[in-house]
């Protein structure tokens, strides 16, 4: 990987912390809506008196409640991809993050489309590769004849 790809990665992983950051506004505003929601099913707004019977309050809080979840997993989605950039891991979890924050017009969409061309380049893509250590296959066969074996068994 060259020079260049190591610094676009680089920089990747802090936009991908901007982007958590920015993301978590989403799920204050779903609960503040969603307290609005239980304001209302109290009566508890100046004016207001409780609705007997109504289910008015309710689907602010359901909408809300729905928006901190997404808010919440948006929120993790970047943190965890800015960590995998990071240690050049899961970059399936990086391109699923990115398609998602394409959906985050207009900073968002920046983000995940050049997120993808990154990590669509070969040189990226090898980097995130398992190294040395790991094998894809069955472990090998023990050599036969090996020193310790042999002593026990008296073979010389």
């Known amino acids: 990987m060259n020079h260049d790809d190591e610094k676009q990665l680089r920089i990747l992983v802090w936009l991908h912390y901007v982007g958590a950051a920015l993301a978590g506004v ?3 505003l779903g609960a503040v809506y969603a307290g609005i929601g239980v304001a209302m ?7 207001m008196t409780p609705p007997k019977g109504e289910p008015f309050g309710w689907l602010p809080i359901a909408m809300g409640s729905f928006v901190v979840l997404i808010g919440i997993g948006s929120v993790s989605l970047n943190l965890l ?3 995998a950039l990071r240690a050049r891991r899961r970059r399936t979890l990086c ?5 998602l924050n394409c959906m985050h017009f207009p900073l968002g969409t920046l983000l995940g489309a050049f997120t993808i061309v990154v990590l669509c380049r070969p ?3 090898a980097a995130f590769e398992p190294r040395g250590g790991r094998q894809a296959g069955p472990a090998p066969p023990p050599a036969s004849g090996s020193p310790g074996l042999t002593s026990t068994l008296g073979g010389g």
């Open 81 to 83: 991809t800015a960590r």
């Open 41 to 47: 099913v109290l009566g508890k707004l100046p004016g």
């Open 26 to 28: 989403i799920p204050i």
């Open 95 to 99: 391109l699923l993050t990115s398609a």
């Open 123 to 125: 040189a990226v893509r």
